[in-house]
């Protein structure tokens, strides 16, 4: 052995021994930081946040107990009142007034008392209401305020009240026990009633003019998604009695066909005078509707892995995500609504929430036809739903159960309703590789912090998302999902929708969702409004000429002598469609000289041929309505809304509805 081997196994040797020593010394003790892992946040809120915090299961039963013993009167639990009860229809967090609110959380003063705010449902009263009341200071109330004609102007009757769980078994009860009853021989050949084979689909609203407490019921088949599963037949119920007993059916639906009531249809059928739909009974798993899998299972999804932990914290009901911090909340009516929302330690948004959720139908059917859900009436925090981890979010999302009540007296808890989680966009945020000059790559990861909630209102289940994004962006987004509303198809109903199965028509519908951004970048001396301007350069489709181009949704009239009122126009070749507006008057001789230089002046004349302008002034509605002209589909004016002046009288038609109106709007 020369001596380099030597000199080669002499250092191994000293290695080895030098790394055995290194993990004797070291054993049993804990692990280092990793050199990459993120350094762990510190959350500053300090318990600010619990001024947005949802109440407790004790704060709930606390206000109960003192609305039970200070209001004087008898209060029925809410899960078995009748309409002639009173009862407490629901409790939530009183939000504190947004003045009184900052100044806490920025530290100019002290903390608001806790309140919560109280529905009450006051049936036996001589003058029956629905009364609003804010009850505080919690966790031991002492006092309670009437906040109903501050919050709508006057008392709230009786017939607006929304409809509780309780009303619903009622009216089930009702039919099931009066209306089924009263045409057997229909209901047990034609709709196979056995007693518990059918379910009641409510319509809303309940009328059409004030004081009306009347509903369209759609029966289906009962089987699971049973929306999809329509029998042709709708009753329609009067229950606007505070004594369930005299409850009534004013209408009755059948295939197209109206009659007075269930014995005028039992007649009918007897008599042969009906033209029968006979629907091929489902499974009780809803065959085409049921949610079980078709195809065999494939692969498992992937899965999102967080190697180091969360990069977010939870600490109450406030989330800290790198430079985003903000507080939630469950509201029983609205449902999911964040506040004080910071950036790097700044107030960007006071508060973000959900505010209403709309769905406006259409149909051949009665049901279908007069349905307008306005989802919050029903409750979108009431109804929001457990998740299921790896579908509903992630395995590793951060799960938060959500305390309610309503419908009862009795708080209420929805096991892991909310989720939070940070997800992988799967796009880079930026990057770029070089491949000029000097060659190197730079890139940066893409993630974003998501608060979901998942409301199921009926046949709708609403995934409620906000999200926070690293690059200062906030996205509030909803999902829809379920089921759709079907109505029985028959004659043409392929006007109002889809045919989807055999007897099913999905029908026809828009949705609207309203939220609320109060925002505060910079302080809250910021506002929000539209500015009249005028701009010169038109907007028209095709080969059209250049025209005037004037702002249409500005409040303020421009005329000159009262002769008439300038009109923006979209000609093609010798034909001219002019629109009438309103014009804002900032600066009238500015304006004045724009239009005179390509617009068109209308002056007042007798009724002329379709396109012809309405001046705005001095004209009477009939004169008006023959003189109302349609727009040419090429005009593409991008602005919203055209506003009416009519003698004095306004009205404001959305821009799409004005293009597409082939008749005269309603002028009051």
Request: glycine share 8%.
């Amino acid at each position: 052995m020369n001596v380099r081997t030597a000199l080669v196994l002499l250092a191994l040797a000293l290695a080895t021994i030098f790394a055995l020593v290194c993990v004797l010394l070291t054993r049993g003790r804990a692990p280092g930081a990793c050199p990459h892992q993120p350094p762990a946040q510190e959350d500053p809120d300090d318990g600010q946040s619990l001024v947005f915090a949802d109440l407790t299961p004790a704060e709930l039963a606390q206000v109960v107990r003192y609305l039970q013993g200070h209001l004087g009167l008898r209060l029925v639990d809410a899960a078995r009142a009748n309409p002639s009860d009173n009862c407490i229809a629901s409790v939530e967090l009183q939000v504190p007034a947004k003045a009184e609110a900052l100044r806490f959380l920025d530290g100019a003063g002290a903390r608001p008392p806790r309140e919560a705010l109280a529905v009450l449902y006051l049936g036996d009263q001589p003058d029956p209401n629905v009364t609003e009341y804010v009850v505080g200071p919690l966790p031991t109330p002492a006092y309670h305020r009437d906040v109903t004609v501050r919050r709508y102007g006057g008392k709230v009757p009786y017939h607006r009240r929304p409809t509780l769980a309780v009303e619903y078994k009622q009216l089930a009860g009702f039919l099931k026990s009066q209306v089924f009853p009263a045409a057997p021989s229909f209901m047990r050949q034609v709709m196979e009633y056995d007693g518990g084979s059918l379910a009641a689909l409510t319509a809303a609203p309940r009328g059409f003019q004030s004081g009306d407490r009347i509903t369209w019921f759609a029966l289906f088949q009962n089987v699971s998604g049973f929306f999809v599963h329509p029998l042709g037949l709708e009753v329609l119920v009067d229950h606007s009695s505070l004594d369930t007993s005299r409850w009534a059916v004013s209408r009755v639906f059948y295939n197209g066909q109206y009659y007075g009531d269930m014995v005028q249809l039992e007649s009918a059928y007897m008599q042969g005078r009906i033209s029968v739909e006979k629907v091929r009974r489902a499974p009780r798993d809803g065959d085409f509707s049921s949610m079980k899998p078709r195809a065999p299972s494939a692969a498992l999804f992937p899965l999102q892995y967080e190697p180091q932990g969360p990069r977010y914290s939870v600490r109450n009901n406030h989330v800290l995500y790198q430079a985003w911090s903000f507080a939630f909340g469950m509201s029983v009516s609205t449902g999911l609504h964040l506040f004080d929302i910071r950036h790097k330690g700044e107030r960007v948004a006071y508060e973000i929430s959900v505010q209403e959720a709309l769905s406006v139908y259409g149909s051949n059917c009665p049901g279908g036809m007069s349905t307008r859900y306005m989802d919050g009436s029903f409750g979108i925090g009431h109804y929001t739903s457990p998740l299921v981890r790896g579908v509903d979010c992630p395995y590793l999302a951060t799960y938060v159960d959500v305390h309610f009540l309503a419908h009862s007296q009795v708080p209420r808890v929805s096991k892991s309703a909310l989720c939070i989680f940070e997800q992988n966009l799967g796009s880079p945020l930026r990057r770029h590789y070089s491949n000029l000059e000097s060659l190197y790559y730079g890139g940066l990861v893409n993630s974003a912090l998501v608060i979901r909630s998942i409301a199921t209102v009926g046949n709708y289940d609403y995934v409620w998302d906000f999200i926070f994004y690293q690059n200062g962006a906030i996205e509030g987004k909803v999902q829809a999902t379920g089921y759709a509303s079907s109505s029985f198809f028959h004659g043409d109903g392929l006007r109002y929708g889809n045919r989807v199965w055999e007897h099913t028509l999905g029908t026809i519908h828009t949705h609207f969702i309203n939220y609320k951004v109060d925002l505060d970048v910079g302080g809250r001396s910021e506002s929000f409004f539209t500015a009249c301007h005028y701009s010169g350069k038109p907007r028209c489709s095709g080969a059209l000429p250049p025209v005037c181009k004037v702002p249409l949704n500005c409040c303020r009239r421009y005329s000159q002598k009262q002769a008439g009122c300038w009109f923006p126009s979209c000609e093609r070749g010798s034909e001219t469609s002019q629109l009438p507006a309103l014009l804002p008057d900032p600066e009238p001789r500015l304006l004045q000289n724009a239009l005179e230089k390509s617009c068109v002046k209308a002056q007042t004349r007798s009724p002329a041929r379709e396109g012809s302008p309405v001046p705005a002034a001095g004209l009477s509605k009939t004169a008006a309505q023959q003189q109302w002209g349609i727009p040419h589909m090429g005009c593409l004016d991008p602005h919203p809304r055209l506003v009416w002046d009519l003698q004095g009288k306004r009205e404001i038609i959305p821009w799409p509805e004005v293009r597409m109106k082939t008749e005269v709007p309603k002028l009051t």
